[in-house]
């Protein structure tokens, strides 16, 4: 079993910087994929940023040069960070995991972007 546990949310200026995280438990070894989803109210869950075991990463087209998706096995965490900040960024952020067949979801973390 795999429980994805996210943290790093908060509210912050436009511009600014925040840090997600994503703690997984188990090796991440056997792990496939990890990815960041997002979920603004009133629209559907969207991919941010995707990392295979391989470290082939592939981001939204909004936060291309902006974010960046990172894994540390030793630490079995998975990170996103989040550099100049817009309001539009403003959503629940979910960590994915996929490991053969299985797909798990953490509960999520918020971040919201305003001055």
């Known amino acids: 079993q795999v429980q994805p546990v996210e943290s790093g949310g908060g509210l912050v200026q436009p511009g600014g910087s925040l840090r997600l995280s994503c703690a997984v438990s188990?090796?991440?070894?056997?792990?496939?994929?990890l990815g960041w989803y997002r979920q603004a109210p009133g629209k559907q869950r969207e991919l941010v940023a995707h990392?295979?075991?391989?470290?082939?990463?592939t981001y939204a087209n909004s936060v291309k040069g902006r974010f960046t998706i990172s894994r540390d096995n030793a630490k079995n965490t998975m990170y996103l960070q989040m550099n100049s900040l817009k309001p539009e960024d403003t959503a629940v952020y979910y960590c994915n995991v996929v490991r053969g067949s299985s797909m798990y979801w953490g509960q999520g973390t918020q971040v919201t972007v305003s001055s």
């Open positions: 990392i295979t075991s391989f470290d082939s990463t």
């Open positions: 188990g090796s991440m070894f056997s792990i496939n994929a």
